[in-house]
């Protein structure tokens, strides 16, 4: 194989190896997987892809990219799990192939590969790569995006810099004007950054035009269409509220302080996070130590480090997935120091960052162990806390090896490969069974199923009291009632029960086993047709309610 495809095949590799096994294992999780696929399972059902629908009704608060390639993959392998978490998998393959061939172009094989193991086996990425969720194609995007524009300021290429806007574009379509937001606020501090080290090649009045252009013909015929159909408000409520606003509201009650991200990038790059210290001190020393491309590349990552993160960090909104379009950043730094490591034979402190990954597994796990014992957890959750021991071991055997690795001068090289192939397969291992177990504790698609099954024509199915709404929607079929407690004043989607339950011949209510007094039938026969876990199935039909 030649050189400069090495890396990009690994790449593709290793996050397919980290996503696709057991990808279609279990139902999906509530809320946004169930909402999503929802959405995207509605497009086949009105068939119309230009608006969107959740619970046959318009919705307007994501772009349609991700839900139009669900749609695709469920009209090809039938609505599935894993027709709906196959598009994340696959942009997540493909970052693990263009930051592998990227960097391997720019400064060598050996970082490219480097850079893509790190990337694919950390925590968040495997996991986004595992959900049916939009962000994985947003984190393509911006990645190619940023990549992309940076070659062209490198090389003046006036094709580079339109294929950066068109990725720029799609990456609106998958989750808006973020997309754009991010790889300006990354590409151009790096540009007047990278102009006083040395001369760059900024792009030509045409250059800017064709990549408005180019921009503009990606996202253009939705939007037109979109306006068309429904007008202008929809634009306004997607950009204005659950855009714009998520940075200067709250929106869902997601808020979070400043710092809200540093325990996030803790977690979410684990166990890379370990060598993350050490790589940041190895750039800021190398700032004024390497010139030409390797040079470039670091300034590039250091900035792609620190301004979103920044960003998102006074964003009035926080979710843990805006922040994993920062990772390709740190897998640059970190697999830039990997190298140097190897190339210097510095062992001593990738030495003790690889060292420290079992040390901070182990105490973890006896935390685990002290906890479940100390407040008597349940049997389920017992099961899944060995699933999670197993993966932590996995990780901790990894570790171990990654760290002799380190600790030998003539095996540095392979190093890095020990822990990102054991956190590869503990990811695996995890999917495969801890997703299974996890099923205990999703009652509403079996109940959903059971509905399913023997709904009528005129049946009203409804949720009341208990978390699954998008679930029922999704296991069923839309419109799903929400219904308010029996002792609750209807308010926002929360129906009036009574009239949701007088108006149908029979209607189909998922709620809580535990029963409040009184508890109503509202003159109805009331039936128990199924129970899952805490929640149970019933069936009012019989006489008409009482006036």
């Given at each position: 194989m030649q050189?400069y495809l090495?890396a990009p095949?690994v790449?593709?590799?290793?996050a397919?190896f980290?996503t696709?096994?057991?990808?279609?294992?279990g139902?999906?999780w509530d809320n946004?997987?169930?909402?999503?696929?929802?959405?995207?399972?509605?497009?086949?059902l009105?068939h119309?892809?230009?608006?969107?629908?959740?619970n046959?009704v318009?919705?307007?608060v994501q772009?349609?990219?991700?839900?139009?390639?669900?749609?695709?993959?469920a009209?090809?392998?039938?609505v599935?799990?894993?027709a709906?978490?196959?598009?994340?998998?696959?942009a997540?393959i493909a970052?693990?192939?263009?930051?592998g061939s990227?960097i391997?172009?720019?400064i060598g094989?050996?970082v490219g590969?480097y850079?893509?193991v790190v990337?694919s086996?950390c925590?968040m990425q495997?996991?986004?790569?595992r959900?049916a969720?939009?962000?994985?194609?947003?984190?393509l995007?911006?990645m190619v995006s940023?990549?992309?524009?940076?070659e062209?300021?490198e090389?003046g290429?006036?094709?580079?810099f339109?294929?950066?806007a068109?990725s720029?574009?799609f990456?609106?379509?998958?989750?808006?004007?973020?997309?754009p937001?991010v790889d300006?606020?990354?590409?151009?501090?790096?540009?007047?950054?990278?102009?006083?080290?040395e001369?760059?090649r900024?792009?030509?009045?045409?250059a800017v035009?064709l990549?408005l252009?180019?921009?503009?013909?990606v996202i253009?015929p939705?939007?037109?269409?979109?306006?068309?159909?429904?007008g202008?408000?929809?634009l306004m409520t997607l950009i204005g509220h659950y855009?714009?606003?998520r940075?200067?509201?709250?929106?869902?009650?997601q808020a979070?302080?400043?710092w809200?991200?540093?325990?996030?990038?803790v977690?979410?790059?684990?166990?890379?996070?370990a060598?993350?210290?050490s790589a940041?001190v190895f750039?800021?020393?190398?700032?004024?130590?390497f010139?030409?491309?390797?040079g470039?590349?670091?300034r590039l990552g250091?900035v792609w480090?620190?301004?979103?993160?920044?960003?998102?960090?006074?964003a009035?909104?926080?979710?843990?997935n805006?922040i994993?379009?920062e990772?390709?950043?740190?897998?640059l730094?970190?697999a830039?120091?990997?190298?140097?490591?190897?190339?210097r034979?510095?062992r001593?402190?990738?030495?003790?960052?690889?060292a420290a990954?079992p040390?901070?597994i182990a105490?973890?796990?006896?935390?685990?162990?002290?906890?479940?014992?100390?407040?008597?957890?349940?049997?389920?959750?017992?099961l899944?806390?060995?699933d999670l021991?197993?993966?932590?071991?996995s990780?901790f055997v990894?570790a171990v090896?990654?760290?002799v690795?380190?600790a030998r001068?003539s095996?540095?090289g392979?190093a890095?490969y020990?822990?990102g192939?054991?956190?590869m397969l503990?990811?695996d291992?995890l999917?495969?069974?801890?997703l299974?177990?996890a099923?205990?504790?999703?009652p509403v698609?079996v109940l959903?199923g059971?509905?399913?099954?023997?709904l009528?024509?005129g049946?009203?199915?409804?949720?009341q009291?208990?978390?699954?709404?998008?679930a029922l929607?999704f296991?069923?079929?839309p419109p799903?009632?929400?219904l308010?407690?029996?002792?609750?004043?209807p308010k926002?989607?929360n129906?009036?029960p009574?009239a949701?339950?007088c108006h149908a011949s029979?209607?189909?209510v998922?709620?809580?086993?535990?029963r409040?007094n009184p508890?109503?039938?509202?003159?109805?026969?009331?039936t128990?047709v199924a129970?899952?876990?805490?929640?149970v199935?019933?069936?009012?039909?019989?006489?008409a309610?009482r006036?």
């Amino acid at each position: 194989m030649q050189r400069y495809l090495r890396a990009p095949f690994v790449g593709a590799l290793v996050a397919a190896f980290a996503t696709l096994p057991g990808l279609g294992v279990g139902t999906l999780w509530d809320n946004s997987e169930t909402a999503y696929g929802e959405v995207a399972r509605e497009i086949l059902l009105t068939h119309d892809w230009v608006v969107m629908h959740l619970n046959a009704v318009p919705w307007f608060v994501q772009p349609p990219l991700y839900f139009w390639l669900a749609a695709l993959c469920a009209k090809m392998f039938g609505v599935s799990t894993l027709a709906m978490r196959l598009p994340a998998a696959l942009a997540t393959i493909a970052m693990g192939a263009f930051i592998g061939s990227s960097i391997a172009r720019q400064i060598g094989s050996r970082v490219g590969i480097y850079a893509s193991v790190v990337l694919s086996t950390c925590l968040m990425q495997a996991v986004m790569g595992r959900m049916a969720i939009m962000d994985a194609l947003l984190d393509l995007f911006v990645m190619v995006s940023i990549v992309l524009l940076f070659e062209a300021l490198e090389s003046g290429s006036t094709r580079l810099f339109v294929l950066g806007a068109i990725s720029a574009g799609f990456g609106f379509l998958a989750k808006g004007p973020v997309a754009p937001v991010v790889d300006l606020l990354v590409i151009v501090p790096y540009a007047f950054w990278n102009h006083r080290v040395e001369e760059i090649r900024l792009p030509s009045i045409r250059a800017v035009v064709l990549g408005l252009l180019g921009f503009l013909v990606v996202i253009a015929p939705w939007m037109i269409a979109l306006g068309v159909r429904v007008g202008p408000g929809a634009l306004m409520t997607l950009i204005g509220h659950y855009t714009i606003g998520r940075y200067t509201g709250v929106i869902e009650n997601q808020a979070g302080p400043v710092w809200y991200y540093l325990p996030v990038i803790v977690l979410g790059f684990f166990p890379w996070v370990a060598f993350l210290p050490s790589a940041a001190v190895f750039a800021w020393r190398s700032l004024h130590r390497f010139d030409g491309a390797r040079g470039r590349i670091l300034r590039l990552g250091i900035v792609w480090a620190i301004l979103p993160l920044v960003f998102f960090s006074f964003a009035r909104t926080k979710l843990p997935n805006y922040i994993a379009l920062e990772f390709p950043a740190f897998a640059l730094l970190v697999a830039l120091y990997f190298d140097e490591v190897v190339e210097r034979g510095s062992r001593r402190a990738a030495w003790l960052s690889a060292a420290a990954v079992p040390i901070a597994i182990a105490c973890a796990a006896i935390g685990v162990m002290i906890f479940a014992q100390s407040n008597r957890i349940t049997d389920e959750a017992v099961l899944v806390s060995r699933d999670l021991i197993a993966f932590g071991g996995s990780i901790f055997v990894g570790a171990v090896v990654t760290a002799v690795c380190f600790a030998r001068r003539s095996w540095q090289g392979i190093a890095p490969y020990g822990l990102g192939l054991a956190t590869m397969l503990a990811m695996d291992v995890l999917a495969i069974f801890a997703l299974g177990h996890a099923e205990r504790f999703k009652p509403v698609p079996v109940l959903a199923g059971v509905i399913d099954a023997h709904l009528r024509p005129g049946d009203v199915v409804a949720i009341q009291g208990i978390s699954g709404g998008n679930a029922l929607m999704f296991y069923a079929r839309p419109p799903v009632a929400m219904l308010a407690g029996p002792d609750e004043i209807p308010k926002g989607e929360n129906v009036d029960p009574r009239a949701t339950i007088c108006h149908a011949s029979r209607s189909w209510v998922i709620t809580s086993a535990k029963r409040p007094n009184p508890d109503p039938t509202y003159g109805r026969t009331r039936t128990v047709v199924a129970r899952s876990g805490r929640a149970v199935l019933f069936l009012y039909d019989g006489p008409a309610c009482r006036s």
